[in-house]
């Protein structure tokens, strides 16, 4: 299920979502203490994030999936994802330069409340409709849409480590 697609593959697990989570929060803070500023901070391309920057930009879908995943709950279905503007968030926020615990607590603060609000969401609105908005405009389920959340996760802990 957690493959280097950036998108869920498989059938979506929400239990099995919420603990690799839960294993992301206790160990990607260590793994990102242990680099450099050098490391840190280096842009690996014209154009690309920097591993704080991936952090930031994981942030910035922490608040947004929070939003949504609260949202698909009451409002009318099939619930449509808006998208959001990545780059833009990520330079808005200056990732770059906010201090690393500072960025840390943020990511880690909101996917303790990701896990806190799927773990209390009754079984039935996890089958409540979603459309993702992604190229087949296929329509999914509030627990598609969480799970694809941690495979969008581990898709950004595959290019920074």
Known sequence: MWQDTGFLTGTPDVAAAMQQLLRYLQTIPQQYRAMDDARLL?????????????????????????KRFTDIQYFAQPYTIAPYKQNELVLINNYQHLPLEHLLQLWQSV??????????????????RVNPQYKNNEEQTLAWVVCDYVAHMEHHWTQVF
């Open 42 to 66: 280096n842009h690996p391309a014209p154009g690309k994030w920097s591993k704080k920057e991936v952090l930031g930009h994981l942030v910035d879908s922490a608040i947004n999936n929070l």
């Open 111 to 128: 996917n303790q409340q990701i896990i806190f609000v799927i773990t209390y969401t009754p079984a039935e609105k996890l089958l409540y």
